[in-house]
């Protein structure tokens, strides 16, 4: 490792980077608090997941070996996302199960990577942040960073350490939103009911504002809130702790935004 602290490459996420930039810069403005030199190589591509879910392995593997190929100069690869942190951390190496060569770079590359708040805390030992927020937050446990990467009690920690934020804990908080990637378009019925039991949750709760660390889920429990009227706002994690959400609306206000000014009605769409 270069002195000077560790050289980090952040794989953005095609959801950051299409849908919430912010989070991006969230994730550099922490990384640079914890002593890191981030870079944020160009181009990247998509992990592979949603080709990878749907059995589309070929594809899946050609976006692998780009993402490998990109990041594996780098000490660690961080991820504003369990989902796809999970990918490239778990099941890169899966993909190339017959190909020795590349299931070597694989698991290389995997050992090294990590969802961001879990690198901030047990990579880099951070305990705290300097940034302020003033509400009451509920925290969504996603499904593939809690269960594939151990993401639970990390958020929390830092959470802790934001002044004027209260942490209110909701009922089920590890269980699935219903967004499961390309789920929510397969069995729509089914992920409909499993948002709508996360929302009752987070309303329950009584807190003012939504966390987690996967868009794809937020996005999924936004949409929800914003279809029946709710203004509890959502955000990602990183945001938070970043103390960056004055620059961007909450992610349920800009749902409903885009979706006025598409023209859809609210009451049309459904899902995920």
């Known amino acids: 490792m270069e002195p000077g602290g560790p050289r980090v490459g952040l794989f953005v996420t095609c959801l950051v980077d299409l849908f919430r930039p912010s989070v991006g810069f969230a994730a550099i403005s922490l990384l640079e608090q914890a002593g890191c030199r981030v870079v944020v190589p160009l181009p990247q591509t998509c992990c592979g997941q949603p080709a990878y879910n749907s059995g589309d392995r070929e594809t899946a593997k050609d976006l692998a070996r780009a993402v490998i190929a990109r990041f594996e100069p780098f000490d660690y690869v961080v991820v504003p996302s369990g989902s796809c942190g999970g990918m490239i951390a778990r099941h890169y190496a899966e993909a190339f199960a017959d190909e020795p060569d590349w299931r070597k770079r694989a698991d290389r590359l995997g050992a090294r990577t990590f969802e961001l708040v879990s690198f901030l805390v047990d990579v880099m030992g951070m305990e705290r942040v300097s940034a302020c927020f003033d509400g009451t937050v509920t925290y969504h446990d996603a499904c593939s960073g809690l269960r594939e990467l151990g993401v639970k009690a990390q958020p929390r920690r830092l959470l802790a350490s934001v002044r ?5 804990e909701m009922a089920d908080a590890e269980v699935c939103c219903g967004f499961g990637g390309t789920f929510c378009v397969k069995y729509p019925d089914i992920s409909l009911r499993m948002v709508s039991d996360k ?24 949409g929800r809130l914003s279809r029946l009227g709710q203004p509890v706002h959502v955000r990602h994690v990183a945001e938070v ?13 800009a749902a409903a935004e885009r979706l006025e000014q598409s023209g859809a009605p609210l009451a049309q769409t459904r899902g995920g």
Do not use: E, H, K, W
Not at 164 to 168: A, D, F, K, V
Not at 241 to 253: Q, Y
């Open 164 to 168: 004027g934020l209260t942490l209110r």
């Open 199 to 222: 929302v009752d949750a987070v309303l329950a709760s009584g807190a003012q504002t939504l966390l987690a660390g996967d868009l794809g889920c937020l996005f999924n429990i936004a």
């Open 241 to 253: 702790l970043a103390g960056m959400t004055d620059r961007v609306p909450p992610i349920a206000r």
